[in-house]
């Protein structure tokens, strides 16, 4: 018989949702946590905010996760969580908090995380904030000290990131659900397991595509794994790509760019690396303004699994050491992903 109130320590290891939770919080410099429908908090919580400690109703060593008094997560009522859409709350002092329900399959909904708080559009004057601290009892210099450490977000990048975080937990938690479920149903699921593995890297691989692309404002990009049997480069995923082209490229190792990435185990960023004699021989695509070629494993090994390619065509654009930073924190994202999940 299924059981149908399984919850996300019945489906992953919380090291490992935390280690996820971790990856995204560096590479977006954002503060999270995960909570159940109560408002516990399930794992660590991620690059916290000093206002939570400075105007929280509670202890800061409360198991429960509150913002402010007004939140949606206010701890005193204690009343379960209901959201079936992610919810954006607007706090007293013009910060943005997303709470996203994270599902394991149809409507069952086994963790929220919780994103922020942020600053969309721009910071208020510090003259306006001389009322948020009247009401929290705090001084003006204490309240400014903690609002300067609050990351200012466009809507649209916002968005994105919300986005981001849903596809990526999801994920998570879906695998974890279908795989348990799958093993439950037959006990010659193990047969099977190199299948099932399969589909659900092609997710994780499409969703690490996406999430670069779309964080960096890429033109274009596409993944690529060795293939165990020839030591040679498929496109798994990618954007903007024939589907014919995608099964008819394989490279060599050593050869065209991403086969030196994936050989040398080193990432390859241009222009910054294009006078390098062994990469300045292998450039084609000369209409390519920036290219980030970034190479991957799996968790605890250390041979290359694949390698990410990121390209900008617009000439006002190339990517900054930050882009890669954040691709690097993603990189370890996707690793962490490609490893079993129970």
């Known amino acids: 018989m299924q059981n149908t109130d399984l919850g996300l320590k019945d489906l992953v290891r919380s090291e490992k949702w935390c280690s996820f939770q971790e990856h995204l919080s560096e590479a977006l410099d954002l503060p999270i946590a995960t909570i159940d429908s109560t408002g516990k908090i ?3 919580i991620h690059n916290p905010c000093a206002l939570w400690e400075k105007i929280s109703p ?3 060593n409360s198991s429960y996760f509150v913002f402010c008094k007004t939140c949606i997560l206010k701890s005193k009522s204690r009343k379960k969580i209901h959201l079936n859409e992610t919810a954006h709350c607007k706090c007293p002092f013009d910060l943005d908090v997303f709470i996203i329900p994270i599902r394991s399959s149809g409507d069952s909904i086994v963790a929220y995380v919780v994103v922020g708080p942020v600053m969309l559009g721009k910071r208020k004057e510090p003259s306006e904030y001389m009322k948020y601290a009247e009401s929290v009892g705090i001084g003006i210099e204490k309240l400014m000290d903690s609002i ?3 990351n200012v977000f466009s809507h649209n990048k916002m968005r994105s990131i919300v986005k981001l975080i849903t596809q990526v937990f999801s994920y ?3 695998a974890a659900y279908h795989k348990k479920r799958l093993s439950e149903i037959t006990p010659e699921f193990k047969k099977m397991d190199p299948m099932f593995a399969r589909y659900y890297e092609e997710k994780v691989l499409s969703t690490f595509l996406k999430a670069c692309t779309m964080a960096l404002d890429a033109d274009s990009g596409s993944v690529m794994t060795v293939d165990k049997d020839s030591d040679k480069l498929r496109i798994r995923v990618a954007t903007k790509l024939d589907k014919n082209i995608m099964n008819d490229t394989t490279i060599k190792m050593g050869d065209s760019l991403a086969g030196i990435a994936a050989e040398t185990a080193k990432p390859i960023i241009l222009p910054k690396d294009q006078n390098k004699s ?4 292998k450039m084609k695509r000369k209409y390519i303004k920036s290219s980030m070629i970034m190479p991957f494993t799996k968790s605890h090994t250390n041979k290359v699994y694949g390698v990410i390619n990121l390209n900008i065509m617009r000439k006002d654009k190339e990517f900054s050491d930050h882009d890669i930073g954040f691709v690097k924190e ?5 690793s962490l992903a490609l490893t079993p999940l129970k």
């Open 172 to 174: 998570l938690a879906q």
């Open 42 to 44: 399930s794992s660590k």
């Open 330 to 334: 993603l990189v370890n994202l996707a």
């Open 148 to 150: 300067i450490e609050i």
């Open 278 to 281: 062994a990469i300045s021989k």
């Open 58 to 60: 509670h202890s800061p």
